[in-house]
């Protein structure tokens, strides 16, 4: 085929035809990938507000339990008449350091020092009684009312109450 054989009407037909399906199909390909960009977004938009309300979820129960520990504490040191970096010192370690948390440990705290025990009395007797509820498999206000009773029953000082 020589350059004299070419039909520049039909040339210029054929490619006026062939862009038309070219911009057809580019259409539809931006389309896709506009539609593909929205799902995406919509996707993470929801991702990150479940993630959002799981993070604002845990917030919300580290602050109440914050709360309920700091009111336990203040509760004790209240029936002790201060005391209060001994006893949310020693609540804490006592939550580390055994199954009970450390509210637990406070309120055990607050029983102790309702049975007439001081502030260092009931840092040292916070311990064996925390024991003797994981030993008998019982709650801390049954240890704390055995241990402080046995205590006074038989003239124990609360240095002793591992001895119980």
């Known amino acids: ?25 580019l259409d539809d390909t931006q ?15 929801d991702w990150a507000k479940r993630f959002a309300a799981a ?7 580290i602050t109440i339990k914050t709360a309920q520990f700091e009111h336990q504490v203040k509760r004790t040191v209240g029936v002790l008449g201060g005391g209060y970096d ?9 939550g580390e350091d ?15 020092a309702s049975a007439g025990m001081d502030v260092k009395e009931t840092v ?4 064996p009684a925390m024991r003797m509820a994981q030993a008998i498999n ?10 402080a009773s046995t205590m006074s ?7 002793q109450a591992d001895r119980i």
Request: net charge positive.
């Open 124 to 127: 040292s007797a916070i311990g």
């Open 86 to 94: 001994e006893i949310k010192r020693k609540a804490r370690e006592m």
């Open 1 to 25: 085929m020589g350059i004299g054989d070419i039909n520049i009407g039909r040339l210029v037909g054929e490619l006026v035809l062939n862009k038309k399906n070219w911009d057809g199909e």
């Open 138 to 147: 019982t709650n801390l206000s049954t240890s704390t009312s055995l241990l």
């Open 153 to 159: 029953r038989f003239g124990l000082g609360a240095e």
């Open 98 to 112: 055994t199954i009970f948390s450390a509210t637990e440990a406070a309120e055990a705290m607050y029983n102790l």
């Open 31 to 45: 389309k896709g990938i506009v539609k593909w960009g929205n799902y995406t977004v919509n996707f993470m938009a």
């Open 55 to 61: 993070g604002a979820a845990a917030f919300v129960g």
